[in-house]
């Protein structure tokens, strides 16, 4: 197993080249201890009356990542996954249990700056570039402390760092309409927050729908950010066998109960100890998925139940106590600024109004001047042309028709257009105001 990992180590290397990346200023410890996560649903339906209930989404999850080390956090859909990620971000509304600091400290204004966190779809503008995209990011989010030279500067270099250089001057895209590969697009949702240099970096699924080429170079990234000092939690779905030796430690979660937490090279002998082994040679996080969803050797509702019953009897049993233990250790913790002495923005408010303005012209022109925009406007002006062609001058109410036309029609047509900017801006609002 060692010699696995001293390999991956290598190809990682040797995939994300010479350059690395700037080192993080403060390094953070992320703890978290017993986290439990209700929510009340209600039941019935509109003729019904409607009851609550309270449902359970974490239930005691206990673990620590330290800098430079990469937290994996595997289990089924509906495990918990994406809940205890949002968390450990400070993004989680509702009652949470459970104790998570950040180098002994709780979730602050000055810790929300420290913290970087990639959703896991890429919300970006489709008609901006990849440069433009990181630029404009950078006069937004970097303090005025740095000249904008130097912004540029480290734009320059993030560019190269991620692997962009070659599509720098292309669109981002989307779905419908064309622009860079999904793995570039991902890497630009990384780069937007690696761009603040934070000392922890949350992804949710950030190698979801690629190819493994793709993921491993995804991983390999976060790699080489861990190793400048970042504390790196992200989820995953499946990853391969060679990405799955790549995480520093694994998190295993099946109905938001804790079944495995630990190295991610001690998780097959751990499973074979508590007599839960493949029968034949397979992926890792196959066969830890197959656990996660009670499946060993039996195939019924009743095995799926017991087996998962006795995974979680195994992990408090085996694990719970050493995780505990673990988190006794004492850290070099880094002493951030107080909140007391920290602005509520980076830059002024003009700054913002001026970049958001140009960014907004500057995506939003492929709109106002698009083809069919322009084939519309003038083939309302033919047909208002001739409806009023050789009109008799001395008709006053003719004249007051065409007047009243306009005056409609150009009220309408720039209201419609603005109420329709509203819904595709609001995704964009949320994560920068997050």
């Known amino acids: 197993m060692e010699e696995v990992t001293v390999e991956m180590e290598a190809q990682t290397r040797q995939s994300v080249?010479?350059?690395?990346?700037?080192?993080?200023?403060?390094?953070?410890?992320?703890?978290?201890?017993?986290?439990?996560?209700?929510?009340?649903?209600?039941?019935?339906?509109?003729?019904?009356?409607?009851?609550?209930?309270?449902?359970?989404?974490?239930?005691?999850?206990?673990?620590?990542?330290?800098?430079?080390?990469?937290?994996?956090?595997?289990?089924?859909?509906?495990?918990?996954?994406?809940?205890?990620?949002?968390?450990?971000?400070?993004?989680?509304?509702?009652?949470?249990?459970?104790?998570?600091?950040?180098?002994?400290?709780?979730?602050?204004?000055?810790?929300?700056?420290?913290v970087g966190f990639v959703t896991q779809d890429d919300v970006l503008y489709p008609h901006l570039t990849v440069t433009e995209t990181f630029v404009y990011t950078a006069l937004l989010r970097l303090p005025n402390s740095l000249s904008k030279e130097e912004k540029m500067i480290i734009t320059e270099a993030l560019i190269t760092q991620l692997g962009?250089?070659?599509c720098r001057d292309s669109i981002v895209g989307n779905p419908f309409m064309g622009g860079v590969s999904g793995g570039e697009r991902k890497r630009v949702s990384i780069g937007q927050e690696v761009i603040i240099n934070p000392s922890i970096l949350l992804l949710d699924e950030p190698t979801s729908g690629l190819d493994s080429t793709t993921a491993q170079r995804i991983v390999s990234t976060l790699w080489e950010l861990a190793n400048g000092g970042r504390t790196i939690v992200m989820t995953i779905h499946q990853p391969s066998s060679r990405?799955?030796?790549?995480?520093?430690?694994?998190?295993?979660?099946?109905?938001?109960?804790?079944?495995?937490?630990?190295?991610?090279?001690?998780?097959?002998?751990?499973?074979?100890?508590?007599?839960?082994?493949?029968?034949?040679?397979?992926?890792?996080?196959?066969?830890?998925?197959?656990?996660?969803?009670?499946?060993?050797?039996?195939?019924?509702?009743?095995?799926?139940?017991s087996i998962k019953r006795t995974l979680v009897c195994a992990y408090k049993a085996n694990l719970a106590q050493s995780v505990k233990a673990e988190l006794e250790l004492d850290v070099n913790f880094c002493e951030g600024t107080e909140d007391k002495n920290v602005k509520k923005w980076t830059t002024s408010w003009w700054e913002q109004f001026s970049v958001l303005l140009r960014r907004g012209l500057k995506e939003r022109k492929h709109e106002s001047f698009s083809g069919l925009k322009i084939v519309e406007i003038l083939a309302v002006t033919v047909i208002t042309g001739l409806l009023w062609w050789q009109s008799d001058i001395s008709h006053l109410q003719d004249q007051v028709g065409l007047l009243y036309f306009y005056s409609e029609f150009w009220g309408y047509v720039p209201f419609f257009n603005a109420v329709f900017t509203f819904p595709q801006e609001r995704m964009m609002l949320e994560k920068e105001l997050s």
């Open 164 to 166: 962009l250089s070659q």
């Open 17 to 114: 080249g010479p350059i690395i990346f700037k080192k993080s200023n403060c390094p953070v410890t992320l703890k978290f201890e017993d986290v439990v996560y209700k929510i009340k649903s209600k039941t019935g339906g509109f003729l019904k009356k409607s009851k609550s209930e309270e449902k359970i989404i974490l239930k005691g999850v206990t673990g620590m990542v330290l800098p430079g080390e990469i937290l994996a956090m595997l289990g089924p859909s509906g495990s918990g996954k994406t809940t205890l990620l949002t968390a450990l971000g400070g993004r989680l509304a509702g009652h949470l249990e459970g104790n998570i600091t950040y180098n002994g400290k709780p979730f602050s204004s000055t810790m929300k700056r420290n």
């Open 243 to 305: 990405l799955f030796y790549m995480f520093h430690k694994v998190l295993l979660l099946s109905e938001g109960n804790p079944l495995y937490y630990g190295k991610g090279l001690n998780a097959m002998d751990y499973f074979s100890g508590i007599q839960f082994a493949p029968t034949v040679a397979m992926n890792p996080s196959d066969f830890l998925l197959d656990l996660a969803n009670g499946v060993s050797t039996g195939d019924s509702r009743e095995d799926q139940t």
